[in-house]
């Protein structure tokens, strides 16, 4: 089966400006977590989805935003981009069942701001 | 505050030895923990898991030992394999669809 979609694959903005990244999960699967990955810091947690109701929030301004459609896809927004947004973010789906089980990854949307 | 520490960004072994990738966590209340592997422009691939209820978990050549007592967990890879040079995350849940990661370890595998 298809693994989990995200695009598009490289993005290239200015500071200032937003930009919506789009995330397509495994078919089946309910819950969609985001995470920002940066040299050093590891992958950050972000928000997770389930349902179209965001379940879970990391620690991130409100410039990051996200939402999930009835088809489980889910698209994030961040707004008023700074230098320091350049990061690759990777999107996973899991089943999001009570238990946890294990989340499966996008290739990541790398983007870079200037 | 990171809550997964991976105190090694970096591990160097030779093809044939083992491997051995260390995590720590601070947060009592996660019980469930992964080990996931990355290449570079790849997303992070699920390799093995552990509940808090065990202490070891065995896949293969891939074997989690977790220590409660110490919130410890370490990932051994017996025999290793160039195939095997890739970033190594360690992560952690409380029982939710959160995972919280370290910042991985860059594992080097040399003929």
């Known amino acids: 089966k298809a693994g989990v979609t995200q695009t598009p694959r490289y993005l290239i903005k200015t500071r200032g400006q937003q930009v919506t990244l789009s995330c397509s999960p495994i078919s089946g699967h309910r819950s969609v977590s985001w995470y920002q990955q940066t040299p050093g810091q590891g992958l950050q947690f972000l928000f997770e989805?389930?349902?179209?109701?965001?379940?879970n929030k990391g620690n991130f301004p409100g410039r990051f935003s996200g939402r999930q459609f009835s088809n489980s896809r889910s698209e994030m927004n961040v707004s008023t981009l700074e230098l320091g947004d350049s990061a690759l973010y990777l999107c996973?789906?899991?089943?999001?069942?009570?238990?946890?089980?294990?989340?499966?990854f996008g290739q990541g949307t790398r983007l870079t701001v200037v | 505050d990171q809550q997964v520490k991976q105190n090694s960004p970096s591990l160097s072994v030779q093809e044939g030895r083992i491997s051995i990738l260390n995590c720590d966590y601070t947060n009592s209340m996660f019980d469930y923990f992964l080990w996931y592997k990355k290449y570079p422009a790849e997303g992070p691939t699920f390799l093995i898991s552990?509940?808090?209820?065990?202490d070891k978990n065995e896949d293969g050549r891939f074997t989690v030992f977790l220590n409660k007592s110490a919130k410890h967990l370490s990932l051994h890879i017996v025999p290793s394999q160039p195939g095997d040079s890739a970033v190594y995350f360690c992560?952690?849940?409380?029982?939710?669809?959160?995972?919280?990661f370290g910042t991985g370890t860059r594992l080097q595998v040399f003929p």
């Open positions: 996973a789906s899991s089943l999001g069942k009570g238990s946890y089980t294990e989340a499966f």
């Open positions: 989805y389930f349902s179209e109701t965001q379940r």
């Open positions: 992560a952690a849940s409380d029982n939710t669809d959160k995972l919280i």
């Open positions: 552990i509940s808090s209820i065990k």
